[in-house]
């Protein structure tokens, strides 16, 4: 399968990640790839085409598409355009799981008056968010809820073919291993210990990340800690060797290693540069 799993991590201040379409320039395809949060995309501007089991998916301003948990797709976006993106955590619906953990939602035809309107808010929560008046927070989880809201009032599927769940449970079992480790990653996660609290050997646990999320065990703890650390060096006074401590690195020559292989620069300076910029 050759697919990689992308990790989501939700916005520092709200329930959700927001963020605008990092393909806006055009001549940008990102491969197929897969995530346990419900991923919705809408155009503002411009046209871009998703693939969902290589079927094709165009999209122009105006109109939204719902990226399911678990569900393969590819973007391809060759002209420039202005795509807001939302991701949802899957947790936000366990009261509306079936009983195998699974919950879907498709976008129908013959109500394109709840098709506007649901672009229309995603268009606004952005608008909100980005603009950050007083009160921001209040607005944007009341957009949010809305949102949610409709989802499952009018865009959830309540009946599925039993292939479908059987499709989802291949990334099931990896996606609550990957959940549990965004839940204790300041810890010291070792491959044997996780892979014995879900009941797998660690050779099991380890072809599991190979084969589903093409990247390794270790990597991908790594990339957990450094989202967080990254974000608390831009947006916190805490120091080096607090960040490092704090987000499960033994300590800041570890971090300020792992940072300067990845970001080609040292935490320091990035800490710096921030500093200047305020």
Known sequence: MEFQHELIIPNEDLPFKLFLFEGSNGNYIREKHWHTS??????????????????????KAGEFLIINSNEIHSIHAPERNETVVLQIPL???????????????SIKAGNPEMDEHMAELIRMLYEVYAGRATGYEFRSRALYYEILYY?????????????????????DALSKIT???????????????????????????SRMFKKYARINFKTYLQDIRM??????????????SQIAMDNGFPNSRAFSKEFQRRYGVLPSAVKRKTKEAD
Do not use: C
């Open 179 to 205: 959940a549990y480790m965004r839940e204790h990653y300041t810890e010291e996660l070792k491959l044997s210990e996780v892979a014995s609290t879900f009941g797998y050997s660690a050779e099991y646990l």
């Open 38 to 59: 419900i991923e919705i995309f809408a155009v503002l501007e411009g046209e871009l085409s998703f693939f969902l089991n290589e079927e094709e998916h165009p999209l």
């Open 151 to 171: 989802l499952v009032a009018d865009y959830r599927v309540t009946e599925v073919q039993e292939k479908e769940l059987h499709y989802s449970r291949r990334l």
């Open 91 to 105: 947790k936000q619906f366990e009261d509306y799981f079936t009983a195998q953990r699974y919950i879907r939602f």
């Open 227 to 240: 989202v967080y650390a990254y974000r608390e060096l831009v947006n916190t006074d805490k120091t080096i």
